[in-house]
């Protein structure tokens, strides 16, 4: 059964605090995502990688930052956490090509205090 | 710009009979649309998708509809079940990512 495995399921942080979250897929796949979710507003793509060391930004990459130093593993950054970050993140993986479906971990819910 | 619209936030369906939800984009470019599900406090699962080069997809109760020239894709619910009380995402691939609407919350009622 594919899986793409979120460190986190609840976490709380304090405002300006680093934070990490991370996300592994065991499916082999190139490609990685970082999406949040807030209602009303959808998922939107914060960043993607496609390959081990690539990164693009996706729509609202402020305040973020990857890493992808294995396949496997994506992880995302809060450099200094806001409260405007309290949200739930969404990691996801798919194979390369424009005709595949993504595949979505369970979702951290952060909250930033 | 929101390149995938999702126009009703919610819809409410009676058990038994059909729930359809609409989805509409903006860029001709894309050429692969997938629906997910969601509920809450877990990860969107994969629904079912179509490609640009087809006009209907079907899979057991779902079937997704693609109107290129319109740019308009709706995903079709028979018979709508309690289980499907979900929000429903629709979603276009640009080559690497998926591009997702805001979403359409289905209250199915017994």
């Known amino acids: 059964d594919v899986k793409v495995t979120q460190s986190s399921r609840y976490l709380v942080k304090r405002t300006g605090e680093k934070v990490f979250l991370e996300c592994v897929q065991d499916m082999d796949h190139e490609n990685m995502f970082w999406y949040r979710q807030d209602p009303g507003l959808g998922l939107r793509l914060i960043y993607f990688s496609y390959d081990v060391k690539m990164k693009e930004k996706g729509d609202i990459p402020e305040g973020y930052s990857v890493s992808r130093e294995k396949k496997e593993r994506f992880s995302l950054i809060l450099e200094s956490a806001s409260t405007n970050q309290t949200s739930m993140y969404l990691c996801?993986?798919?194979?390369?090509?424009?005709?595949?479906?993504?595949?979505f971990g369970q979702g951290t819910r952060l909250t930033v205090v | 710009d929101q390149q995938v619209k999702q126009n009703s936030p919610s819809l409410s369906v009676q058990e038994g009979r059909i729930s359809i939800l609409n989805c509409d984009y903006t860029n001709s470019m894309f050429d692969y649309f997938l629906w997910y599900k969601k509920y809450p406090a877990e990860g969107p699962t994969f629904l079912i998708s179509?490609?640009?080069?087809?006009d209907k997809n079907e899979d057991g109760r779902f079937t997704v509809f693609l109107n290129k020239s319109a740019k308009h894709l709706s995903l079709h619910i028979v018979p709508s079940q309690p289980g499907d009380s979900a929000v429903y995402f629709c979603a276009a691939n640009s080559g690497y990512a998926l591009n997702f609407g805001k979403g359409t919350s289905l209250l199915v009622t017994p």
């Open positions: 179509i490609s640009s080069i087809k």
């Open positions: 996801a993986s798919s194979p390369q090509g424009a005709s595949t479906e993504a595949f």
